[in-house]
């Protein structure tokens, strides 16, 4: 794999996941992802982003299959997707999903067949809007004591939760701080 390879936050996996934290950590902590998908940052634990998807099927098939075959259908998956001419953009779920990857999982002795392809569609869309959020936001240590900072602005990101945890209402905040509705969402 790429260094170039875009590991992320459990945060972040989670929420392109639609899921908790604790959820995108236990794949990591029960080994229900190849040890491919992680890595160690500053000693923070980090996700590829193809995981998210990987965790979404897991915790969505819960009912109807049991851990280890979940664990093995994650492990076929991987394998095809780091082998594929695309692979760096499928694990960081960047671009459109690539149809060199078939998505579909068959057993046949259990009578088994999967389309994975919604899991990767779900992920991907979610992924666009996190990127989408982070144009709009940046971090400088000369800016604002090196807090996350609506791009462009010396607004920190803080004091905009901050007012919103306190029940002020969106249309309030828009207009006492000059944002657009994207800046508000990311």
């Not at 875009?6 to 604790?22: H, K, R, Y």
């Not at 950590?25 to 996700?47: C, I, K, T």
């Amino acid at each position: 794999m790429s260094s170039t390879l875009q590991f992320v936050p459990s945060a972040e996996a989670a929420f392109i996941a639609g899921l908790t934290q604790q959820q995108i950590n236990r794949m990591a902590d029960e080994h229900l992802v190849p040890e491919s998908l992680l890595a160690q940052e500053n000693g923070a634990r980090r996700f590829a982003r193809i995981t998210a998807a990987f965790a979404s099927f897991f915790f969505a098939s819960d009912s109807f299959l049991i851990a280890a075959a979940r664990k093995r259908i994650l492990s076929e998956l991987t394998t095809r997707v780091t082998g594929s001419k695309s692979s760096e953009a499928l694990l960081s779920l960047h671009g459109e999903m690539r149809r060199d990857i078939d998505w579909t999982f068959t057993d046949g002795d259990a009578g088994l067949k999967l389309d994975f392809s919604q899991f990767v569609i779900k992920a991907v869309d979610r992924a666009k809007e996190v990127d989408a959020a982070d144009a709009l936001i940046e971090k400088k240590d000369g800016l604002m004591g090196g807090k996350p900072c609506f791009r462009g602005t010396r607004l920190p990101i803080e004091m905009v939760t901050a007012s919103l945890d306190k029940g002020i209402s969106e249309e309030r905040v828009l207009d006492e701080y000059s944002l657009t509705k994207a800046q508000l969402h990311a």
